[in-house]
């Protein structure tokens, strides 16, 4: 497996990112199209609607299925950090330190964690500020 480090740490899912994704964008553009098409033509639209509706749906429940997974990892994430940070340092994490923060925290080795840490909470850094500060990459290979 490759290093992680910034440069190559986004993670994308074939199935959900390039066929799934593009697959309900289809579906629903068609679906849209269809329903135009059936209202010029002053054809019955009730199929055209139904498809439309049933696309419109579809598409909903992929972004859900993507944002639930997303928060369920995110709070995963928050607890394993407020635990590690409890364990190097013996105090909770700083409150300070917003979901998104702690998140990115997460690539800090242990050596390095605590101080980044506090660094996070004083001068309120971005993410991608954070991920670039740190020195000693700890690999996350499981978030999608």
Known sequence: METQQ???HRKLDP??????????LIVLIGAVIYAVRSLIA????????????????????????RTYALKAQDRAIRAEEQLRHFILTGKPIDPRLSL?????????GDQE???????????NMQPDDIKKA???WRADHHRL
């Not at 199935?15 to 309900?24: A, R």
């Not at 964690?113 to 001068?123: G, Q």
Request: aromatic share 10%.
């Open 6 to 8: 910034y440069a190559n």
């Open 15 to 24: 199935l959900f990112h390039f066929v799934l994704l593009w697959l309900t």
């Open 42 to 65: 002053g054809e019955d639209v009730s199929t055209a609607l139904l498809l439309l509706g049933l696309s419109v749906i579809a598409a909903i429940l992929v972004m859900l299925v």
């Open 100 to 108: 998104r923060q702690i998140i990115a925290l997460r690539f800090a």
């Open 113 to 123: 964690y605590p101080e980044l840490c506090h660094k996070a909470a004083e001068e």
């Open 134 to 136: 740190v020195r000693t």
